[in-house]
Nanobody, 124 residues
Framework: QVQLVESGGGLVQAGGSLRLSCAASERTFSSYAMGWFRQAPGKEREFVAAISWSGGSTYYAGSVRGRFTISRDNAKNTMYLQMNSLKPEDTAVYYC?????????????????WGQGTQVTVSS
């Protein structure tokens, strides 16, 4: 069982930056592909970014590409999401997720483990 804990959310003005972290309990963290998803009020959870087990491959949703950067530090069992040039439409609860695969995984239903989420609010 992998436990995931997100942190780093908060309130920021449009154009600002935040860095989210996702700490994993699993010692074999490097065996898992990881992803970030978000859910705004009244909307379905959507894909944001994903990273392969090694960190060598990444993939982004079109709405965040060029503004967000996903990365991981396997030595620290931690994944990150650097969010720059934030927009009000980025406001959502952000979740990290893990699946025991090596490649980048985009599909929400493929992920096996989820964190509790961290709130990101971008004011205009």
């Amino acid at each position: 069982q992998v436990q995931l804990v997100e942190s780093g959310g908060g309130l920021v003005q449009a154009g600002g930056s935040l860095r989210l972290s996702c700490a994993a309990s699993e010692r074999t963290f490097s065996s898992y592909a990881m992803g970030w998803f978000r859910q705004a009020p009244g909307k379905e959870r959507e894909f944001v970014a994903a990273i392969s087990w090694s960190g060598g491959s990444t993939y982004y949703a079109g709405s965040v590409r060029g503004r967000f950067t996903i990365s991981r530090d396997n030595a620290k069992n931690t994944m990150y999401l650097q969010m720059n040039s934030l927009k009000p439409e980025d406001t959502a609860v952000y979740y990290c997720a893990a699946v025991k695969k090596r490649t980048v995984v985009v599909g929400l239903r493929e992920y096996e483990y989820w964190g509790q989420g961290t709130q990101v609010t971008v004011s205009s």
